[in-house]
Each structure stands twice: as C-alpha cells, then as structure tokens.
C-alpha cells in the first residue's frame, strides 16, 4: 500500500473516495493527525498531514516516528512526501518542482531513529523489525541511496507526461527550523552542493528506511531561499505558491497512485540486511 505525506498546504487528499480514518496510538505517541484511508481506481493509499490538519506542529517538532510507525500498522510499503523548498540551486525557479536523490542533515534536536540499542520500544510484532527493536539491537542502516529509485522513475515519468517543469536529481538540505536560514547559511550549503533546502525531509526519509519502507519525495520549489532572492522571506509566499501548485499536485499524486507498481522491485526491503551489530 502507497502512503501519502502531505506538507505545507497539503492538508487533505482531494479526488479520491474515502474508505476509512484511523488515528492510532503507536509506541512513540499520536501521529500529527488522522490518517485517511482512500481509494483510487481500485488501489488503496494512506494519506496523512505531516503538520496536522490546522497546521499546528512545526517542522522541529512533528512525531516522525509516530507517523511513519502508524502508516506502517496499516500495511503502507511506500511513502511519498510532498513539502515545500527553498530554491538554491540557480535553474530552480519557484513553482518548479524537485525530486532529490540524496540529502544533507543539518537538524539537531529530533528522534531520528527507531533502533535505541537497549532502549528501544519493546514493540509487538514477528517481523525483523520489531525483532531488532525488542532484542534491543544497535542498526546501522545504509542511506547512501536514500530515496527509492523505483518511485523517482515513476515520478519523472509522470512530471515529464504532464509536462510540467522539473528537476530529477539534487541534493535536498534540511534545516531544523521553524526559523528560515540566514543567508551566510544558504552560501555555506550552496558550497556544500545542496540545490534545495527544507525543514521537513529528514528524519522521515531515514525512518521509512529503517521500517524497510520505500521512500521518495516530491518537493515544490515556494520561493529562491535567502540571498538568492534579495526579498524578504515570508511563511505567506510559501502557502500561496503552495495554494498556486495546488491541482499540479493532485495531477501528480493521483497518477502515482495509478502508476506505482504494486510489487516492489527496488532495494529497499533488504535496507536492514547487513545493518545489525
């Protein structure tokens, strides 16, 4: 099953017919809103809003593990994000859309893992997962390719057949935020190689990766980020772009749904091969 993770102005998933809306309590507390279960010619997908519905869980503190824990109760095998990014990269331009195939972590304060060696939940469950987590075991899980290239195919497919602007392949940088970043930060992560920069993107892509869930992201460039832009930037640009982007979006979305292959034929499900000590 597909999950959905909507981001700024995304709050809800329009065109579909809903079937269900759960909002369980899991191991690491309540995900950041009901999760709405819908279908799509015949196909089933969890969508949840990674801010809450009322947009009322800054990015630093969004439950990452609750969410992803509770699409993973439901069955979901891959999850798709989609947020809102700053442009560093000169060719971006706001309105562009953006998927990344790697990332730069520069948070500081999240729970950005499952694995807490002795510490961690004593989870339910007779898969590897809740194996690793009962047994208490260290895992060191590769993301040298974090985003599943499975779904970046079927994404660029379906950018390109719709014809919208894009670009396939960059580096996303996450920031911790709420605040944005100054513009001595933007040209130290323009050195660094970052072409868009968010507040969001990590942990969530790593903890898919550890629940062996295939993970990719659909960014939408709102605005150029600090000092690539001489104006001032505003949480109002933003959510207009957003609200601008909005039916591309849905486009998009729902022919994911669509096209995404039920079965999986990536990397991903091995994630956790090799990665226990």
Request: glycine letters at 10%; hydrophobic letters at 40%; proline letters at 6%.
């Amino acid at each position: 099953m597909l999950g959905i993770i909507g981001g700024s102005g995304l709050y809800s998933l329009e065109g579909v017919r809903i079937v269900d809306e759960v909002f369980p309590e899991t191991p690491f507390g309540e995900p950041s809103s009901p999760l709405t279960v819908a279908e799509v010619e015949g196909r089933r997908v969890v969508f949840l809003a990674r801010h809450g519905k009322d947009h009322s869980l800054p990015p630093h503190l969004v439950p990452y593990r609750a969410n992803l824990w509770a699409m993973r109760e439901l069955g979901v095998e891959r999850v798709l994000g989609v947020s809102a990014v700053g442009g560093i990269n000169r060719d971006l331009m706001p309105g562009d859309l953006f998927i990344p195939t790697s990332f730069i972590d520069l948070t500081r304060s999240r729970e950005r893992t499952f694995y807490e060696g002795r510490f961690s939940k004593k989870v339910e469950g007779e898969d590897r997962v809740a194996r690793l987590m009962r047994e208490g075991k260290v895992v060191h899980v590769d993301v040298s390719d974090p985003y599943c290239p499975e779904m970046r195919n079927t994404l660029d497919r379906i950018l390109r057949d719709l014809s919208l602007r894009y670009v396939h392949g960059g580096v996303y940088v996450c920031t911790e935020g709420p605040r944005f970043e100054t513009t001595a930060e933007i040209r130290m992560i323009d050195k660094l190689g970052g072409d868009v920069v968010g507040m969001t993107g990590v942990p969530e892509v790593v903890l898919a990766k550890e629940l062996r869930m295939c993970y990719a992201s659909l960014c939408v460039v709102s605005n150029p980020a600090a000092g690539i832009s001489e104006n001032r930037l505003t949480s109002e640009e933003v959510l207009e772009m957003m609200a601008e982007k909005e039916e591309d979006i849905r486009r998009v979305v729902l022919e994911f749904v669509r096209r995404v292959p039920q079965s999986r034929s990536c990397p991903c499900p091995g994630s956790l091969e090799g990665a226990e000590v």
